[in-house]
Structures are given as C-alpha cells and as structure tokens.
C-alpha cells in the first residue's frame, strides 16, 4: 500500500531517529530521577511509567495523523501559530501565566493541577509554519524570483516568524526554548538554495542575538539558577 511504501522509505527513517530520541530520553529521565522517585515513591521506576505512559499516548497519535493528507494540516496551520502568539503572550501577564522563580513559562486550568508550556505549542507551530511558507512561496524560495523578492519573501520573511517566537520564549526567561526556536528556524533555512552572504548575514545576526540574550542571562542569574 501508498502507506505501507512510505514507512519503508523517509517515514522509516524518521520513525527510526524519533525511538532512537525517545530512548535516549527514557535512559536521561532514569537516570536523573530514580533517587528521589525511590525516596518519594517507593518505586525508582514511578517516573519512567508515567514517560512511559505518555510516549505511548504520543506515538499513538503521530502515527495516526500521519495517515491525514497535508491538506487538511494547510487549513488550520496559520490559525495554530496565530494562537500559539497569543498564548505566548498571555503567559506574560502577571496573574495568568504561572512562574517559577523568575522564569513564567506556564498557564493552568482554573481549580486543577494541570498545566503546560505554550512553548511546546509553538514548536510544532512554527514547524507548520515554516512548511506552510515554504510551500506557499515555493519560487521565491527556490530562487525562481528577482533577487530582491527572493531576500524579502524567501528569507526575511522566515527569518520574522522564527525571530517572533523566539523574543517571545525569551521573555518567559526560557533559555533552552529559546534555542530550541533559533535552531529550527536555521535547520529549515540552511536548505534554502536562495541562501547567499547576505542571507546568512541576516540569520546569523537573528541567531547571534538570540545566543547573547541567553548567555547574559544565565551569567546574571548564575547563582539563582544553581541555588
């Protein structure tokens, strides 16, 4: 079958790096949390069932959606990193977003324990984004364009969604996140054909910016941070 053909073809091996990352992470979770899941718990493994728990419920649902046609992903993409925006910027707001020390990277359910990171949102978000882009401005990407349409439409632009979610991470004092963006932004734009010295000019500026901020950052709450 179509399906069948595709996870033995690019689909495999994506597959294959996304197990190799889940188990690394398995191994890093065990290691850093059997002590106290031992003296909290009684169980050294209470951590990794409750990973467990969730890879299984994620995997379930990459696999399932893999078999929905990019179509139906084109219609809500704009729409999905419009509202990761605005979550991003009401986690911000004193009184909504919940901190934890100095960092404010959380928003909850009114009356339950439950609570996430916009940002996880917005990393999956602006992965969508950027395809949907790309596709959308295929000839200004590819270089079938004028120089100039080409910097503006297949470079700044990318480089306006990337740098907006990253100034906005940034701010909740979300160091790795923050990175996390920058490099995204920059794995989908190095395989842009158009990319020239003033292109990179351009990203490594973006990237240098964001290095900085979050190096002064941690060199000014170094003693918070291993407190």
Same mark, same amino acid.
């Given at each position: 079958?179509?399906?069948?053909?595709?996870? !033995?073809?690019?689909?495999?091996?994506? =597959?294959?790096?996304?197990?190799?990352?889940?188990?690394?992470?398995? #191994?890093?979770?065990?290691?850093?949390? /059997?002590?106290?899941?031992?003296?909290?718990?009684?169980?050294?493994?209470?951590? #990794?069932?409750?990973?467990?728990?969730?890879?299984?419920?994620?995997?379930?649902? =990459?696999?399932?959606?893999?078999?929905?046609?990019? !179509?139906?992903?084109?219609?809500?993409?704009?729409?999905?990193?419009?509202?990761?925006?605005?979550?991003?910027? #009401?986690?911000?707001?004193?009184? #909504?977003?919940?901190?934890? &020390?100095?960092?404010?990277?959380?928003?909850?359910?009114?009356?339950?324990?439950?609570?996430?990171?916009?940002?996880?949102?917005?990393?999956?978000?602006?992965?969508?984004?950027?395809?949907?882009?790309?596709?959308?401005?295929?000839?200004?990407?590819?270089?079938?364009?004028?120089?100039?349409?080409?910097?503006?439409? &297949?470079?700044?632009?990318?480089?306006?969604?990337?740098?907006?979610?990253?100034?906005?991470? =940034?701010?909740?004092?979300?160091?790795?996140?923050?990175?996390?963006?920058?490099?995204?932004?920059?794995?989908?734009?190095?395989?842009?054909?158009?990319?020239?010295?003033?292109?990179?000019?351009?990203? &490594?500026?973006?990237?240098?910016?964001?290095?900085?901020?979050?190096?002064? /950052?941690?060199?000014?709450?170094?003693?918070?941070?291993?407190?």
């Amino acid at each position: 079958s179509k399906n069948l053909n595709q996870l !033995k073809s690019g689909d495999f091996m994506l =597959m294959l790096f996304t197990l190799i990352l889940v188990v690394f992470g398995l #191994i890093m979770v065990f290691s850093a949390s /059997y002590p106290s899941a031992l003296a909290q718990y009684g169980d050294s493994l209470f951590f #990794i069932k409750k990973q467990l728990l969730f890879i299984a419920i994620g995997l379930t649902f =990459m696999v399932g959606l893999s078999y929905l046609p990019p !179509k139906f992903y084109k219609t809500f993409t704009v729409a999905l990193f419009a509202f990761a925006v605005f979550l991003l910027i #009401i986690v911000l707001i004193p009184g #909504i977003g919940i901190s934890n &020390g100095e960092a404010r990277r959380w928003l909850g359910l009114k009356g339950t324990s439950f609570t996430f990171q916009p940002s996880e949102i917005m990393k999956v978000a602006l992965v969508m984004m950027l395809a949907w882009y790309i596709d959308k401005h295929q000839d200004d990407v590819m270089g079938r364009t004028d120089k100039k349409r080409r910097f503006w439409q &297949g470079t700044v632009m990318p480089c306006v969604f990337v740098g907006v979610a990253c100034v906005l991470v =940034m701010l909740e004092k979300h160091l790795s996140g923050t990175i996390i963006m920058g490099l995204i932004g920059l794995c989908v734009m190095m395989a842009f054909p158009t990319v020239t010295v003033l292109n990179w000019v351009v990203i &490594g500026v973006i990237v240098a910016t964001t290095l900085y901020s979050g190096v002064e /950052y941690f060199i000014q709450n170094w003693n918070v941070l291993w407190d």
